[in-house]
């Protein structure tokens, strides 16, 4: 007895894509945890007044972004990643 990858007791992996759920009103959402939370400008250093200047424009265009596959994060600098507390001896 063989052990088969085909079969009608083989389950079938499903990818479901979670583009469809990024809607304007949980961008919206999104944002307003950012402000409360005071959140700091990202890597692009633009603040949080900067990008609710335009909001609305900013945030149809992030998600029309993340939704086509074109968004890709910029990557942290490495005295980010690699930065630990460094201590006096």
Do not use: C
Not at 21 to 46: C, H, K, S
Not at 60 to 77: E, H, I, N, T, V
């Amino acid at each position: 007895m063989g052990f088969h990858w085909k079969g009608p007791n083989v389950a079938k992996i499903k990818h479901h894509s979670l583009t469809g759920r990024i809607t304007l009103p949980l961008m919206q959402l999104a944002f307003r945890n950012v402000r409360r939370n005071r959140g700091a400008a990202g890597i692009d250093r633009e603040s949080i007044a900067a990008f609710a200047s335009n909001l609305e424009d900013n945030l149809l265009a992030l998600m029309r972004r993340l939704k086509d596959g074109s968004y890709q994060p910029l990557p942290f600098p490495s005295r980010w990643r690699n930065s630990r507390p460094r201590f006096a001896h």
